[in-house]
């Protein structure tokens, strides 16, 4: 293991793009070491290093890998353990997010969904648990307001994100005192590229209180509060859905 640095460090789990790189740049500007996990993304990965290493030297480490080989998480941490020498907070971002009609879904189906969302952060927070104890540190898990309210045609996502949901239940209540673990739910706040018709998009968003999507700052903000902030909450999910689980 290298020395310990001064500075805590973050790994987050799909970082090269989206809500993942936007969750980047706020814990790398409130001054944290970020390992940088991406998977297929690895051109915005490389080029959100440089960003960052161009403002503060030597302050990030990129890991490429499939989530769901779940062997191959704890070599994840000892390469990170290996170059900063401690890790003080996991965020699981990366997710597989695509429909299962009932009636289509398959195996392979299950497993995709299952592994991102739910398998692979259960078995890196394992494997961090001993760095993240030593670093009295934190896990972030990102869920969804679906894994409360399903989401039609999507079963097997809503099921997971609920096993992520209990995940960080569970671990908050057998990692305390030292590892605080905590989720973030979002609403809208990036629509997929392949995402429901613009029309049903504005209608969704004049049904939610505070009437407009969400931005990936605001998701991110709630990370960096949680982590550095929350000293006395853990085992919480907080809804960052402008008020739309309130709506019928
Ligand atoms: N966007 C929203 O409005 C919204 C709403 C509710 C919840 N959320 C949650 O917030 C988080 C971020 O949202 P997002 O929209 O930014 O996510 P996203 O773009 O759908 O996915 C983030 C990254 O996950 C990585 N990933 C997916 N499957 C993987 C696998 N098997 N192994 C390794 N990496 C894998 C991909 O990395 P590569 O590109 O490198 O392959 C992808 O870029 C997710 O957990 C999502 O479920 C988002």
Sequence with gaps: MSPRRDRPVALITGAGRRVGAVTARTLHAAGYDLALHYRHSADDARALADELERQRGGSTLLLQAELAELPALPALIEQLLAYYGRLDAL???????????????????????????????????????????????????????????????????????????????????ELGPEIRVNGVAPGAVLWPSDSKPYADQQAMLARTPLQHAGTPDDVAGAVLWLLRDARYVTGQIIRVDGGRTLSV
Excluded at 94 to 121: D, E, I, K, M, R
Excluded at 139 to 144: R, W
């Design 91 to 173: 965020v699981n971002n990366a997710s597989a997010f695509f429909p299962t009609p009932l009636g289509t879904a398959t195996p392979q189906q299950w497993n995709a969904l299952f592994a991102s969302n739910a398998q692979a952060p259960f078995f890196l927070s394992q494997a961090a648990i001993p760095a993240l104890r030593e670093a009295r540190g934190g896990i972030v898990n990102m869920i969804d307001i679906y894994a409360e309210r399903p989401l039609a045609e999507h079963a097997v996502y809503c099921m997971a994100k609920a096993a992520l949901a209990a995940m960080t239940r569970s671990l908050a209540l």
